[in-house]
């Protein structure tokens, strides 16, 4: 995903919207429930978006298999039409760091995993210079379907698709949470600023250590930016008492 094609946020109306986004908001609208459960152990957790439809309109409880029922075949906003796949997320569903992205690209609707394309395979060399694989974290992205064309999520997008990560996270229970780029840092610091002012800077969500840093995509384009990402992520690695 493009992440840094500037450092402004939208207009000034879409700036306000976004804003609220970044604030704690309660359930999406609900729609048909009609979930089937698929294996609780899985890792995946139905990955290729599957048909679960609905999900009810209230938080499911504690689990990511349940967080994904609720999803289910989700048509709470615009990007329903174009997706292939919905991006619930993969990984260690007790995992002590998770990942936060963007959005997913077209590699991601296509598989229904995120980061699985050239930024997908970045990150993993990025996890493995800490010590740990992808099977020892957790990734997912601030929304969970493709925008058109890889745009930027929109504001209302982001509040439709917040409190899925929101239970993501709680069920999850990282010890520590990863922002990359400019959506993602921005969505766990809960500020506006820019992701060239905010990477590297430990602040808290909810009780754990989240820090931002620069996307994999921004990496590929500006290869000179790896050496800040790497101070980030020994810091990383130290908050996690690797």
């Known amino acids: 995903m493009t992440d840094e094609r500037d450092e402004t946020l939208l207009d000034l109306k879409e700036h306000a919207i976004y804003l609220a986004s970044l ?46 029922e609720w999803i289910g075949d989700c048509h709470r906003c615009k990007l329903s039409k174009g997706r292939k796949n919905i991006v619930f997320g993969q990984g260690n569903p007790r995992a002590e760091l998770m ?11 296509e598989q229904g995993l995120a980061f699985v394309g050239r930024a997908g395979q970045l990150l993993t060399k990025i996890i493995e210079a ?72 430990v602040g808290d969500y909810n009780g754990i250590k989240a820090i931002p840093t620069y996307h994999p995509a921004f990496l590929l384009r500006n290869p000179a930016a790896k050496k800040e990402v790497w101070e980030d992520m020994k810091v990383v690695r130290a908050l996690l008492g690797k």
């Open 23 to 68: 604030t704690s908001v309660g359930p999406p609208r609900p729609s048909a429930v009609d979930a089937k459960a698929a294996d609780s152990g899985s890792r995946d957790l139905a990955p290729r978006g599957t048909a679960l439809a609905g999900g009810g309109g209230q938080p499911p409880g504690e689990g990511l298999q349940a967080i994904r």
């Open 130 to 201: 800490i010590g740990l694989t992808r099977e020892d974290v957790f990734i997912a992205n601030v929304i969970k379907c493709r925008p058109p064309q890889n745009r930027n999520p929109e504001p209302d997008e982001i509040l439709t698709c917040q409190p899925f990560l929101e239970k993501q996270i709680e069920a999850i229970r990282p010890k520590v949470l990863v922002g990359l780029g400019k959506f993602g840092g921005q969505w766990l610091l809960k500020t506006a600023e820019p992701i060239s002012r905010i990477r590297g800077r």
């Open 99 to 109: 990942f936060v992205g963007e959005a997913p690209g077209a590699d991601e609707d």
